[in-house]
């Protein structure tokens, strides 16, 4: 059971919507990643997101992808005017604790269709 | 730039002991082995992670080597539900993203 929740699991938007995916971690630790797998392909790093920032970011999160934690609780990813190509897996992750080398859990994911 | 390297599929039979390979030569001295397997579609599932020592809990072990430029993950006895992507990482740690590389598709057969 994994222990960060994302909704939807589905959504289907589409071309150039605004779609907003949502995670929710069960504890309430700061250090939170988005990540995405196109389908056939690896998993790809997005975001860090830590204490209310943006930790760092790869070259795939442009100026159409936001991250924000609204509530103190949800952690959200805005895909401001979705493209064809941005169709892929979304996954939600944080670290289990504290510590200097605490792993990943990841979420099940959102699959995010664009037509 | 890939850090690691993993054969890109392998077979065991059901029952038997799994051994996947990582190769990580350039390594640095303060980065740790991650393994994480993904079923289908579902998120990515951490199974283990150690620095120097061998490592073992209730999924797997982890194997690394004294110069620790490669590791070898081992499940005990594979089951079908076992067949997955296994992904090796290397990866410094104050939490720093996980970057995943193709991994090692393990089919487990009946």
Same mark, same amino acid.
């Given at each position: 059971?994994?222990?960060?929740?994302?909704?939807?699991?589905?959504?289907?938007?589409?071309?150039?919507?605004?779609?907003?995916?949502?995670?929710?971690?069960?504890?309430?630790?700061?250090?939170?990643?988005?990540?995405?797998?196109?389908?056939?392909?690896?998993?790809?790093?997005?975001?860090? =997101?830590?204490?209310?920032?943006? +930790?760092? /970011?790869? @070259?795939?999160?442009?100026?159409? &992808?936001?991250?924000?934690?609204? #509530?103190?609780?949800? =952690?959200?990813?805005?895909?401001? +005017?979705? /493209?064809? @190509?941005?169709?892929?897996?979304? &996954?939600?992750?944080?670290?289990? #604790?504290?510590?200097?080398?605490?792993?990943?859990?990841?979420?099940?994911?959102?699959?995010?269709?664009?037509? | 730039?890939?850090?690691?390297?993993?054969?890109?599929?392998?077979?065991?039979?059901?029952?038997?002991?799994?051994?996947?390979?990582?190769?990580?030569?350039?390594?640095?001295?303060?980065?740790?082995?991650?393994?994480?397997?993904?079923?289908?579609?579902?998120?990515?599932?951490?199974?283990?992670?150690?620095?120097?020592?061998?490592?073992?809990?209730?999924?797997?072990?982890?194997?690394?080597?004294?110069?620790?430029?490669?590791?070898?993950?081992?499940?005990?006895?594979?089951?079908?539900?076992?067949?997955?992507?296994?992904?090796?990482?290397?990866?410094?740690?104050?939490?720093?993203?996980?970057?995943?590389?193709?991994?090692?598709?393990?089919?487990?057969?009946?």
């Amino acid at each position: 059971e994994p222990e960060v929740t994302q909704t939807p699991s589905h959504q289907v938007t589409q071309m150039g919507q605004e779609v907003i995916l949502r995670c929710v971690p069960i504890s309430n630790h700061l250090y939170f990643y988005w990540y995405r797998q196109i389908l056939g392909q690896k998993v790809e790093f997005l975001v860090s =997101f830590y204490n209310n920032e943006i +930790s760092e /970011k790869s @070259e795939i999160f442009d100026d159409q &992808f936001s991250v924000e934690r609204p #509530d103190g609780s949800n =952690f959200t990813l805005k895909i401001r +005017s979705t /493209k064809l @190509e941005d169709s892929a897996m979304y &996954f939600c992750a944080r670290t289990v #604790d504290s510590s200097y080398n605490s792993p990943l859990h990841f979420g099940n994911g959102t699959r995010l269709t664009v037509t | 730039d890939a850090k690691t390297t993993q054969p890109t599929s392998m077979d065991c039979a059901e029952g038997r002991a799994a051994n996947l390979p990582c190769n990580h030569s350039t390594i640095s001295g303060n980065e740790y082995v991650y393994w994480y397997r993904q079923i289908h579609s579902q998120g990515p599932q951490y199974i283990i992670h150690g620095l120097k020592n061998n490592e073992t809990n209730e999924m797997a072990s982890l194997i690394i080597t004294e110069d620790r430029k490669s590791s070898t993950l081992i499940l005990p006895h594979a089951t079908l539900r076992d067949t997955a992507v296994y992904y090796c990482i290397v990866r410094e740690g104050d939490n720093n993203d996980m970057r995943f590389g193709a991994g090692t598709r393990l089919t487990v057969k009946p």
